[in-house]
């Protein structure tokens, strides 16, 4: 079981930037595909992006390809997804995820085993 807290979430301009994060309970964070979910209003949630146990593999959807990143600090158990170029389609409570066995490319169609509670991203005009 791991537990996971999202933090950095706010309200910004079209063209900012923001970098959220996710900080997991236990000792075997290295042991978990992370990644990052987001759901607007009146949608269903959707897959943001996801990577791998070691960090060298990343996955993002379409929509956020080039303006937003995703990484880990194994040594902090923390991930991260920076968020540049922010639009105002952007704006989206974000939900930090992990797998407990299914790799992180698979993250995006089964869906993960554990969330975060979310944080709220409001992008402006």
């Known amino acids: 079981q791991v537990q996971l807290v999202e933090s950095g979430g706010g309200l910004v301009q079209a063209g900012d930037s923001l970098r959220l994060s996710c900080a997991a309970s236990?000792?075997?964070?290295?042991?978990?595909?992370m990644g990052w979910f987001r759901q607007a209003p009146g949608k269903e949630r959707e897959f943001v992006a996801a990577?791998?146990?070691?960090?060298?593999?990343?996955y993002y959807t379409g929509s956020v390809k080039g303006r937003f990143t995703i990484s880990r600090d194994n040594a902090k158990n923390t991930v991260y997804l920076q968020m540049n170029s922010l639009k105002p389609e952007d704006t989206a409570v974000y939900y930090c995820?992990?797998?407990?066995?299914?790799?992180?490319?698979?993250?995006?169609?089964?869906?993960?085993?554990?969330w975060g509670q979310g944080t709220q991203v409001t992008v402006s005009s």
């Open positions: 990577i791998t146990r070691g960090g060298t593999m990343t």
């Open positions: 236990g000792r075997t964070f290295s042991s978990y595909p």
């Open positions: 995820a992990a797998n407990a066995v299914a790799a992180a490319q698979s993250m995006g169609d089964r869906g993960p085993d554990y």
